[in-house]
């Protein structure tokens, strides 16, 4: 069967299918499952198009289904996509990608879940919009069927510093507290990050106190302060 993706009109009918999945997953299990240039070049094309006409569901089921023909990442128009689902009214469309690729086997494998879900994190937080920032960095915090893992490392600091740079301190010190009980160290950017949003909050000792168990890397006493912070903040 040959290899490829249908790309339909943009005017055709949503009942119709914009590309033949089966095709893909037969695709997938032979010897030369690389898509080849001219199907990269339709893929590309094709989602611009989907994106213009605001049929992002469609985009996502495209690069869902591209995956299945084990291209490498970044060989995908994923940030053309991502910065459309980051300017979208909903948060829907974007929740939809990472479901697909939750359930897609080829996504963590070739790492496509890790980079789209930094990349969409990055994007709604240069655009400022924090509150889907945080309820999509919050569905990884989950850690259940539902989500597929922890953040990683990228995505902690992506948050922290997004979060802090805009003014987000009480998000950004709970990305940092989060980050901490995954294991993870508070870097030296965390730690200027999370020093200025807190002197920004007037909360010049906790400020203090924090950035000195970030130079001394003491793991517990940060969790220990952060903690504290949040308590504060709650009551």
């Known amino acids: 069967m040959k290899r490829r993706i249908m790309s339909y009109g943009i005017g055709v009918s949503r009942q119709k299918p914009l590309f033949k999945t089966h095709q893909l997953h037969s695709s997938s299990s032979s010897s030369s499952s690389i898509l080849t240039p001219e199907e990269l070049s339709e893929i590309h094309s094709l989602t611009h198009r989907l994106c213009d006409a605001n049929r992002l569901h469609d985009a996502v089921r495209l690069l869902d289904a591209s995956l299945l023909a084990l291209p490498s990442p970044s060989s995908l128009p994923v940030p053309v996509l991502v910065d459309r689902l980051s300017s979208d009214p909903s948060l829907a469309p974007s929740m939809s990608l990472l479901t697909s690729l939750r359930h897609n086997p080829n996504a963590l494998p070739s790492s496509a879940l890790p980079s789209c879900s930094a990349l969409l994190l990055s994007s709604f937080l240069r655009k400022r919009r924090f509150a889907h920032a945080w309820k999509l960095f919050s569905w990884f915090l989950r850690g259940d069927g539902d989500s597929p893992c922890r953040p990683h490392d990228e995505m902690y600091r992506i948050a922290v510093a ?13 990305a940092a507290r989060e980050m901490v009980r995954d294991g993870l160290g508070v870097g030296e ?20 106190e924090v950035d000195a168990a970030v130079a001394a890397g003491d793991g517990e006493e940060i969790g220990r302060l952060l903690d504290r912070i949040i308590r504060d903040w709650q009551d």
Not at 195 to 208: G, P, Q
């Open 162 to 174: 997004g979060f802090c740079a805009g003014w987000r301190a009480r998000e950004g010190v709970r």
């Open 189 to 208: 950017e965390e730690r200027g990050w999370l020093r200025r949003s807190l002197l920004r909050e007037a909360r010049v000792d906790e400020a203090l």
